[in-house]
């Protein structure tokens, strides 16, 4: 029954890039799916490799970046087989993607209005008139005010949230069954912040799209996600819904992320971790997280952890997870 | 006299307007629009508002690495404006900066010592082993290793090059820190460390930071007092306390309610105020309070009158008309 709603399956997957000085294991190893109209976030620092695993979903890896190992089933169809042409139908059309920058991703040359009849003319049998009509209820859609204006409006012109709202206009075009939204909001003020995850939210409970939203920030996780998922150096070190998340996270990771956000209802003294990311040339050996866990015992540096389902539906990469019960313990 | 003690900064009437390029009208961007602001001594003031408000102008403007159109700063007495070249140089001594990207404000082919000790040869303070040693002083002080003296900045990740501006920034024994968005750039993890390094370095060498950033869980965590501003303008000022407990303008209001929440469990509860109309251009400011287009409460008034920034309750100053009173929400 659970697998019949599984929209997307992402098993094993292995992204790595070779680079002149060796091979960045970016994605080493990822498993997860997403269902029906679920919203999912990725959440994880620079260098994590969520934004890869992002562009693996979408077929959009460059060399000297290969998928080494892996499937991802989309609609009982493996991604990775498909030839580019094919790929081509599904992005945009099924998939879409929703990216930091919209400036970078919207073309300076033509009118917003036209990429996205663009779009809606590349993927659906309309005639240009219907895809003009379309495109104007879209803008509408994302609570852009004057959208006939709008529509002949250059990039340039726009501010940042609405770029974005015209590239969350130019997803919905052709109402995809997953929007990967990486970083939507991290470019955008406060104000427009809180706007844009407003829309989404909204829209993808309107029209049962699943999202995967890949972000840095555990405010946005809060606000939207059903599900998250915590990366740490190219793997999942933790994986349950998001009240467990916030309430009892099992990794040492996920607690310290979580500690080290600043709120407004203050607390005393924010807790950092300390040390950085590893160099992803250099991986540690065992669990990637031992040189900066503030729990590490002797086996976390020698032996990789497996992720495992500590609790019902709450997964964790930890040696620590298993040797108390109750979780690990925090001292 | 007192006052001296008190203020370490003073600014009045600061205003600097950039000429738009290309206007055939006579249009100026009002970056700084009439600020007056009164720094104590050893306090960290936390300065916050979106992006194009003016609040890294600001910044620059009190460490004079851009001449305002109009007001003036006073340093523990002294204006700066008055000040002959020399003198301001040695003025700079106490007043430093440090910026959002380290990536951009480390020189790339300077290695780690000469970009901390360049400000102590530039003032001609230490040479030779002396200044080895104070290099190395303010290395450990910053939480870098000696080892890294002869490396280059790329060799390093973002919060490491933050503790070398921050190094740096100390090098002169500065009185004051300006702090231009210096965690924007950093991922979570590192951000808290070097706001808690922030914080111990203010209590260890007694210094006064003007911390300025778009995110407000940042200011709120490291300031003692909040300056919200608007286009240019401070709409609001006070403790940290009063400001989050008793938000009176309401821009304020809608900075507070767009932060995510913290946890899930607040996705119902949340009071959002939504104001689907973003900010006006700076070039082109509205009549009036210049939150008035986005302002839920606003009137005729409003649109007419630019509200003056004035104190309600002891040092809680906010320009608004009608500034929200807790009640009556």
Redesign the interface.
């Known amino acids: 029954m659970d697998k019949m709603e599984n929209l997307l399956q992402v098993k094993e997957l292995k992204t790595h890039f070779m680079t002149m000085n060796g091979v960045v294991p970016s994605v080493n190893g990822v498993t997860f799916n997403i269902k029906k109209g679920e919203k999912v976030a990725l959440v994880g620092e620079s260098g994590s490799g969520k934004s890869v695993t992002s562009l693996s979903i979408m077929g959009l890896i460059e060399e000297p970046g290969k998928i080494v190992n892996g499937s991802i089933i989309f609609d009982e169809r493996n991604l990775v087989d498909l030839r580019e042409k094919e790929m081509e139908k599904i992005r945009g059309n099924d998939i879409a993607m929703i990216f930091q920058e919209p400036l970078t991703s919207l073309n300076p040359l033509f009118p917003v209005g036209k990429q996205i009849r663009e779009s809606l003319l590349l993927h659906q049998k309309i005639t240009r008139k219907e895809a003009k009509q379309r495109a104007i209820e879209l803008l509408k859609k994302v609570g852009i005010p004057m959208p006939e204006q709008v529509y002949s409006s250059y990039p340039h012109s726009l501010s940042g949230g609405m770029r974005q709202r015209v590239m969350i206009a130019i997803a919905l075009s052709c109402e995809p069954k997953l929007i990967i939204a990486d970083e939507p909001t991290t470019a955008l003020d406060v104000t427009i912040q809180a706007q844009i995850l407003g829309i989404l939210n909204e829209l993808s409970e309107l029209e049962n799209t699943a999202l995967l939203i890949i972000t840095h920030d555990l405010g946005v996780v809060a606000e939207i996600a059903d599900r998250v998922m915590v990366m740490y150096c190219g793997q999942i070190v933790e994986e349950a819904d998001v009240f467990s998340i916030f309430d009892s996270p099992l990794h040492p990771y996920t607690e310290a992320l979580l500690k080290s956000t600043p709120r407004l209802n203050g607390q005393e003294k924010l807790a950092s971790i300390e040390g950085r990311v590893p160099n992803p040339l250099h991986m540690p050996k065992g669990c990637t997280f031992h040189t900066r866990c503030p729990y590490a015992i002797e086996k976390c540096s020698s032996n990789v952890p497996a992720i495992q389902e500590f609790r019902p539906n709450h997964h964790v990469r930890c040696w620590l997870a298993d040797e108390e019960e109750g979780g690990i313990k925090i001292g | 006299m007192v006052d001296n003690n008190e203020y370490v900064l003073e600014i009045k009437g600061l205003k600097k307007y950039y000429k738009v390029p290309n206007s055939t009208t006579k249009a100026y961007l009002k970056a700084v629009d009439g600020i007056d602001l009164k720094v104590r001594t050893g306090e960290t003031l936390g300065i916050v508002g979106?992006?194009g408000c003016g609040k890294s102008t600001l910044g620059n403007l009190i460490v004079k690495l851009i001449e305002p159109t109009q007001g003036e700063i006073i340093s523990s007495g002294i204006n700066l404006n008055e000040l002959k070249p020399k003198q301001l140089r040695n003025k700079r001594r106490e007043m430093q900066i440090i910026f959002q990207d380290p990536y951009s404000s480390l020189n790339p082919r300077m290695r780690i010592f000469d970009i901390i000790a360049e400000p102590l040869v530039t003032h001609k303070l230490a040479r030779g082993s002396a200044l080895k040693e104070r290099v190395l002083q303010l290395m450990e002080v910053v939480g870098l290793d000696a080892d890294y003296l002869t490396r280059y900045p790329h060799e390093f990740?973002g919060?490491?090059r933050q503790r070398i501006g921050i190094a740096r920034a100390l090098a002169l024994n500065p009185k004051v820190i300006v702090c231009d968005e210096p965690v924007s750039a950093l991922?979570?993890?590192?951000?808290?460390?070097i706001?808690?390094l922030l914080i111990k370095l203010q209590k260890k060498f007694d210094l006064t930071l003007i911390f300025i950033a778009?995110?407000?869980?940042?200011v709120?965590?490291i300031s003692d007092r909040i300056a919200v501003m608007y286009l240019g303008k401070i709409v609001e000022i006070a403790g940290k306390e009063q400001i989050?407990n008793h938000t009176k303008h309401p821009y304020t209001e809608?900075?507070?309610?767009?932060?995510?929440?913290?946890?899930?469990?607040?996705?119902n509860e949340k009071v959002?105020t939504?104001?689907?109309r973003?900010?006006p251009s700076p070039v082109n400011l509205p009549s009036g309070c210049r939150f008035h287009t986005r302002c839920p409460y606003a009137n005729e008034k409003c649109k007419k009158e630019d509200p003056d920034l004035v104190e309600m309750k002891d040092g809680h100053f906010v320009a608004c008309h009608y500034p929200i009173i807790k009640e009556n929400r």
């Open positions: 979106e992006s990740s919060g490491q991922d979570v993890s590192i951000q808290a460390q706001l808690n778009h995110g407000i869980q940042a709120n965590y989050m809608l900075l507070l309610s767009s932060v995510p929440i913290s946890h899930p469990k607040y996705r959002k939504v104001i689907n973003e900010s």
